[in-house]
């Protein structure tokens, strides 16, 4: 089992930048494929983007693609948000989780259902 707790999070203006941090305790990091997650106030949880394992493959949404880059250091067992050009309706709670059975590089990566183990998440706050 292993445990995530996210960091980084904050008010920024709308165009500006922000870096999340994922830190996982626990064993066996480098066998999770990690993801994000965002929430909004009064919507429903939407996947963000996702990392395989090793690192070599990511995914993201349509509407971060090209503004948010996933990445990770598996030797410090720490997932990276790297958000830019951030937006208003990129507000919101932003959790780290991380997936056991692999199903996150699959055919339905986008799945939310896919992870199995949560933090606490993190506010980002976008200003027009």
């Known amino acids: 089992q292993v445990q995530v707790a996210e960091s980084g999070g904050g008010l920024v203006q709308a165009g500006g930048a922000l870096r999340l941090s994922c830190a996982a305790s626990g064993r066996g990091f480098s066998y999770y494929g990690m993801g994000w997650v965002r929430q909004a106030p009064g919507k429903e949880r939407e996947f963000v983007a996702t990392i395989i394992q090793s690192g070599g493959s990511t995914y993201y949404a349509d509407s971060v693609k090209g503004r948010f880059t996933i990445s990770r250091d598996n030797a410090k067992n720490t997932v990276y948000l790297q958000m830019s050009s951030l937006k208003p309706e990129d507000t919101a709670i932003y959790s780290c989780?991380?997936?056991?059975?692999?199903?996150?590089?699959?055919?339905?990566?986008?799945?939310?259902?896919?992870?199995?183990?949560w933090g606490q998440g993190t506010q980002v706050t976008v200003s027009s």
């Open positions: 989780a991380a997936d056991r059975r692999g199903l996150s590089s699959g055919r339905y990566y986008y799945r939310t259902s896919n992870y199995d183990y």
